[in-house]
């Protein structure tokens, strides 16, 4: 079997087990951070926090989590490294950008942004950036992405999110790791995602449609499964404008109508973010990383869904995803 490249080096897809396919170590800002730091405090306390974390998280049986966090995430892999070398724990990291509105001001001028005034068809540097991540390795560090992520949300497909999809695809074509989108149900976005990637040569099977989980809307759900997507139930635990049963029940539903194959679990949980002040933090208890565990699951099994249907979409679905890297 191919490997998939981790924090700590390549690991044969077999051996990814339980896996959790969108939980963040760290969501910062970074510009933020570094000039009102007193919340994020001490470096070293922040890692030691994600050690014990994540270590409670290995205690479940969970074997790797998949982070998407990018660039507008605040990725830093030197942080993550010092975090992995403690945990027992696969750590698979991302390339992409994460906008819902406009692309980066360091890239506005420069690639597609430039062809207006050359007149020539300026290629996005973007691509190159992506590749680079995941055939060499991000900033010197060693660490190869695994897959690409990107965002489309409310807004919809603005131009910066148009272009940054599309050169997550364009990279996905050079390298063939597959992506993660991070998608808003509710206004259906995953119906443009499906334009825009068949528009560049992607086979949607290699996709994750995330936050597939914040609808109810189990039709539309199968919609987008039957045109291949992966569907990300994955965010268990922030129960602000949903509940969990909610969440839980539209699993159910989805297995139950035979699309256990099509969906993966995980809660979109993060050690420390710095867009929810802490005091907020208080009204979503159950959003940790071993809630899926503790609550999801015992709900999931009393309500008809099968053990062999939680292995194929904590394990089974996982490891797909990750195999035919190469092919495209
Ligand atoms: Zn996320």
């Given at each position: 079997m191919p490997p998939v490249q981790t924090v700590r080096g390549p690991v044969d897809t077999a051996e990814l087990g339980q896996t959790?396919?969108?939980?963040?170590?760290?969501?910062l800002t970074p510009d933020v951070q570094q000039n009102y730091p007193e919340e994020w405090g001490s470096e070293d306390q922040r890692v030691a926090d994600a050690v014990e974390k994540l270590t409670a998280l290995a205690a479940t049986g969970v074997r790797s989590i998949v982070d998407p966090t990018v660039v507008g995430l605040g990725r830093y892999i030197p942080r993550i490294q010092r975090v992995a070398e403690q945990v027992d724990l696969n750590i698979v990291v991302a390339t992409g950008c994460y906008t819902y509105e406009d692309v980066p001001f360091f890239f506005h001028h420069r690639g597609p942004a430039l062809n207006a005034a050359f007149g020539t068809d300026v290629p996005d540097p973007m691509v190159d950036l992506f590749v680079r991540d995941i055939t060499e390795g991000i900033a010197g560090t060693g660490v190869r992405a695994a897959f690409l992520k990107c965002a489309i949300d409310a807004p919809g497909l603005t131009g910066g999110v148009e272009r940054v999809m599309?050169?997550?695809?364009?990279?996905?074509?050079?390298?063939g790791v597959p992506i993660t989108v991070h998608t808003h149900p509710g206004t259906r976005t995953g119906l443009l995602v499906k334009r825009v990637l068949t528009e560049e040569g992607v086979d949607l099977r290699r996709v994750v449609l995330g936050h597939s989980g914040d609808t109810t809307d189990a039709d539309h759900l199968c919609e987008l499964a039957d045109a291949g997507f992966l569907l990300g139930m994955d965010r268990f635990g922030i129960n602000l404008a949903t509940t969990f049963e909610a969440r839980a029940d539209?699993?159910?539903?989805?297995?139950?109508?035979g699309y256990a194959e099509q969906m993966v679990l995980s809660q979109d949980a993060a050690c420390y973010i710095d867009w929810v002040a802490?005091?907020?933090?208080?009204?979503?208890?159950?959003?940790?990383?071993?809630?899926i565990h503790e609550d999801v699951l015992p709900y999931l099994r009393e309500?008809?869904?099968?053990?062999?249907?939680?292995?194929?979409?904590?394990?089974?679905?996982p490891r797909r995803y990750f195999e035919n890297v190469g092919t495209g």
């Open positions: 959790l396919m969108h939980e963040h170590v760290f969501v599309r050169a997550v695809a364009k990279a996905h074509r050079r390298t539209i699993v159910v539903e989805m297995c139950r109508r802490p005091d907020v933090m208080a009204f979503l208890p159950q959003w940790h990383y071993t809630h309500h008809g869904v099968t053990e062999e249907q939680i292995e194929t979409m904590l394990v089974g679905n």
